[in-house]
């Protein structure tokens, strides 16, 4: 893979723009980092407020993701999920001679799948002698058709997919690295409903362009030759529809090697961070070879949740930065990259999984996947289940001649973590929460002698008459929208249901998520 690290300005941090984690979490508490970053700890505060407050003021399906779900919990088990790989993989290859190039022959993601109405869109990354984005459409989301546009100029022809390409700069007035395309229908302007965030590695920063149907780009002259702000190669962005702004994610450094920062726009053309260097990073619970390639982020249900791509590579430990040293330290080190999962409230403070297994692994040897795999900026809901679509690649990082081609991994909606029960009966409380009527949706499945049943609590934890265990439906099979009711179908007049919480009781089940009724 194309690789480009910008180096700390000296070894020292206090000289450096950039904040590394131990230094940012010993001066947060203060304010300084905040205040370093142009950005108040008030302010701050306020913003982070604001979003809770908007979260809470919707009706959410509660993840088991965010601990602070669960007040109470007896003899049941947090389990973490990973993606399943579809058996059709890999669902789109190398069969177009501008595909193929000697860094990295054939399509992956670094890139986007969007869902239009009843057809998926995809923009995927090649490298042959430059950057160059590939369009493909389809319906069901494994068969794939990669349409003649006749846009650029490739080759002395026009006879291919492409969208963006450093073939053909004039074309668009730019080359996109990592395309983000997000698509944008409440903008007045028609030739702004798609936006193309990547980084230009003619520019050396990331860049904007626009579209009015996700095909014809033009890049923003307004961005200039400056780009959006600074970063290394490495680049994702979504929209934040609740917060109405931009987010980047960004590839930046810290001790331990590459790292992740975040940014933000209201108009995706001015942008800030709310620290100038990482937020996300290899820890102390990780090997020495781990460092963050690249993250991947998209809201969910009141989260964020992130994607890390983790290359199991070591980094040099003193002095200043080299490609040589950066080399020569990871020469022994595996140098696959596999993809974690992790989540935050803020985009700040990131969580990840205790164990820091693989959210998405790469293939067993011989497999098209088996070197690396990176994931798209976010997944599409088909049915009862979210698509994950991935580059892989089938060798490690910095080998030549790496061939690629882009598969499918999916997960059940919902299904990144769940509370288990064995054979033995266990239960849960939940937080107070504010019921309009006596019912919750659950998605959940159990064992054949499995049961999920549940009751109404008071803040107190006494049960609420009328709303025990013995008065609900019990619930047996594997729904991801299945609708606990109680024999009473409704409220007394006179009793507040605006803070009742709900236990689970669970027996050879998974409960994945839940939904008071608002």
Partial sequence: MKDRVVALRGSNPACSGFMNRRRFLSTSGSGLALAAAGL???????SVAEAATASSASARRRLFLDASVVEEKEGLTRRFHALQKHPANPVLIADRPWETGKAVSGPYLYGTVLKEGDRLRMWYQL????????????DDGVHWNKPELGLIEHSGSRRNNLVVSAADREATGGECHNPSVIHCPWQPDPDRRYALFGFDTGVGRPRVAFSADGLRWRYAPDAGKEGLFRSSDVVNFFRDHERERFVATWK???RRGRAVGVAWSEDGIHWSKPVDGPVFGADDL???PTQIYGMPAFPYEGLYLGQPWIY???????????VAKMHEAQRDSPRHIDVQ???SWDLVNWTRTPERKPFLSCGPEGAFDDGMVFTARAPVRMGDRLFFYYGGCDKPHDEKRVKAAIGLATLRVDGFCSMSAGADEGWLITRRESLR???VTINARTGNDGHIAAELLDRDNRVVPGFSRKECAVFQGDAINHE????????????DSSDLKIRFWLKDAELFSYQASR
């Avoid at 199991?312 to 080299?322: E, I, L, N, T």
Wanted: charged fraction near 25%; hydrophobic fraction near 30%.
């Fill in 40 to 46: 108040s700890a008030a302010g701050f505060r306020t």
């Fill in 127 to 138: 490298i042959n002698r430059g950057n160059h984005i590939g369009y493909a459409e389809s």
């Fill in 252 to 254: 930046t450094k810290n």
């Fill in 286 to 288: 990780d090997p020495d």
């Fill in 312 to 322: 199991h590579a070591r980094y040099f430990k003193d002095g200043p930065y080299s």
């Fill in 341 to 343: 999962l992790a989540w």
């Fill in 437 to 439: 009527q006596p019912r």
């Fill in 484 to 495: 606990l009711k109680w024999r009473k179908g409704g409220f007394p007049d006179a009793m």
